[in-house]
């Protein structure tokens, strides 16, 4: 069994029948280290087969705690080595097969496809165009609308950081309640005013020559995100009177 280092995901409330627990309270359990998750975020991944929670017989997931555990590996392999999700999903299965599985990055692309080899520090994970449509389950026509409000960009080469596939999920999540692309431009123009914040704090560690200095630019680049999407999340509850699970 995967095991989680001490203080991390997993130390959530369980519910009485047999540890299971629901959606709102795995969200719960994994925002302290993970403040910018999201139910919509978790079905993804469920979607994607990194998880597999039961189904009460009215269709409710329930999740163990070693699918919470699961769930907190595969987000920390996002998090800190850029790793996509058919990496993680191979990795894991590798390491409850119970094979010594030493952890992957993902440096370049061959024939549109990621190339897992060896390296000294994290690079930026990419996915390819269609697997970004297999993620959001959209078509051509979503896309090139979405890309042309900047929602998603892709990279020189004509592929995608890892990170537009969460984009993608999220803007067809909101989709189904109505919410346009053009209505969300007003949250990236505010995403990227916080980012030239972020980037403005940062920017003096990023030109330094130490490369320890440049290496904890991108550790307080991290930090600093983390706690504007906490900021931002709690003013717009703040301001609409609610508070989220």
Do not use: C
Request: charged share 25%; aromatic share 4%; no cysteine.
């Amino acid at each position: 069994m995967l095991q989680t280092p001490r203080g991390g995901v997993g130390h959530g409330t369980a519910s009485a029948d047999g540890g299971s627990m629901s959606i709102g309270t795995v969200l719960n359990a994994l925002r302290d280290e993970f403040p910018e998750v999201t139910i919509s975020k978790i079905r993804f991944l469920e979607s994607e087969g990194l998880i597999e929670p039961q189904r009460t017989p009215s269709g409710y997931r329930k999740f163990s705690v070693q699918d919470v555990e699961r769930l907190g590996h595969v987000l920390r392999m996002q998090r800190d080595h850029y790793l996509p999700l058919k990496v993680i999903r191979e990795h894991l299965d590798a390491m409850e097969r119970g094979e010594a599985a030493p952890l992957p990055t993902v440096g370049r692309q061959r024939d549109g496809e990621a190339v897992v080899e060896a390296s000294e520090g994290p690079t930026v994970a990419r996915i390819g165009r269609s697997e970004l449509l297999a993620a959001a389950g959209i078509g051509e026509p979503e896309l090139k609308e979405w890309e042309s409000y900047g929602l998603v960009v892709p990279l020189e080469d004509g592929v995608y950081d890892a990170e537009a596939a969460t984009v993608a999920a999220l803007v067809a999540e909101l989709g189904r309640f109505g919410i346009e692309p053009r209505h969300l431009r007003v949250m990236k123009a505010a995403a990227d005013r916080e980012a030239g914040l972020v980037d403005q704090v940062v920017a003096p560690l990023k030109r330094h020559r130490n490369p320890q200095t440049r290496a904890h630019a991108q550790a307080r680049t991290k930090e600093l995100a983390g706690l504007t999407v906490r900021l931002h999340a709690a003013l717009v509850q703040t301001a609409l009177g609610v508070r989220l699970p």
